[in-house]
């Protein structure tokens, strides 16, 4: 074989093996982004196109005026908002929740069903999560008894009925609550593996030169794994960017818990050029954070 032929064999063989990838990508992810981007500039129905001939007796709809009422919606500023609060609420709680948890379960003899207990609501899916957690805060507004936990607690103790699912000024932290109950399994995880990756031999050497232990985790331990925290926290980002799950099952958006993600499943019949609208702003907010993840990557990797 002469070293043309090598040279061509070895460009091509690499494409062939992401062949079969290629495809999958095409078909199931690259297909459907077009095709939304495409409808979220038609009109609103998402069947004819916008700016051009009107029907009598309705509006023109310009190109971008889905983007435009996913923009300035009432409802979709509210979705808007109640996302940015599942961002400073949750993501840290969860990620906080993870670390502590890793932390002290690697100092107990029975870490490993404390980690299983944790970990557990990740085997159940959202929507199992989300009918479980709906006794959990039923409220009886008749006579009969309270079912719900919480209530059935509190009205046990003398005091009164909660309506945590729609007063506007709890339910949103009720239904993050539930997100934190699923996803700390997960942050413990990763960073109980990124925790036990820090060598023993520093912290040792650390806690005989006199650091106490808070000195020995935001000296030491904290900036080895660092990286790792910040991994974590994206993803739970992105997680909690396209959240749907629980707001759908347990309050369908009501009472002021409306979400992008929610708000798009119900404009996707009647409105679904709008409905392909907020997609596509929802595929625009997650991108900023998975950039800022694969240059994290690139840097990690240049170190090494």
């Not at 129905?45 to 919606?73: I, K, M, Q």
């Not at 959240?243 to 929610?262: P, Q, R, S, W, Y």
Request: aromatic share 8%; proline share 5%; charged share 15%.
């Amino acid at each position: 074989m002469t070293t043309p032929q090598i040279m061509r064999q070895g460009r091509i063989a690499p494409l062939l093996y992401a062949l079969p990838a290629l495809v999958f990508i095409s078909i199931f992810i690259v297909y459907p982004m077009v095709t939304t981007a495409a409808l979220s500039l038609r009109d609103r129905s998402g069947e004819r196109p916008a700016g051009g001939a009107c029907l009598v007796g309705e509006p023109c709809w310009g190109v971008f005026e889905n983007y435009r009422h996913a923009l300035t919606d009432p409802e979709m500023v509210q979705a808007l908002s109640n996302n940015a609060l599942w961002l400073l609420v949750m993501v840290p709680a969860t990620v906080a929740l993870g670390l502590v948890v890793a932390l002290l379960a690697d100092r107990v003899r029975y870490e490993s069903l404390v980690k299983a207990v944790i970990f557990m609501p990740m085997a159940i899916s959202f929507i199992g999560a989300g009918i479980i957690w709906r006794f959990v805060y039923h409220i009886e507004t008749g006579a009969g008894q309270q079912i719900g936990i919480l209530n059935a607690v509190i009205v046990g103790l003398g005091g009164q009925v909660v309506p945590w699912l729609s007063d506007p000024a709890l339910n949103n932290f009720a239904l993050m609550i539930v997100g934190v109950w699923l996803w700390a399994g997960f942050c413990m995880t990763i960073l109980s593996a990124a925790l036990k990756g820090v060598p023993g031999e520093i912290l040792e050497a650390a806690r005989v030169d006199g650091a106490n232990e808070l000195q020995v985790f935001w000296r030491i331990m904290l900036p080895i794994i660092l990286p790792t925290v910040v991994v974590v926290t994206t993803t739970m980002v992105i997680n909690v960017l396209k959240i749907f799950d629980i707001v759908f099952v347990m309050t369908g958006g009501n009472f002021g818990t409306e979400v992008i993600a929610n708000r798009m499943f119900r404009l996707i019949v009647t409105d679904t050029g709008r409905s392909m609208a907020i997609a596509v702003l929802l595929i625009v907010l997650t991108i900023p954070v998975m950039i800022f993840n694969v240059r994290r990557f690139r840097e990690q990797e240049a170190l090494r």
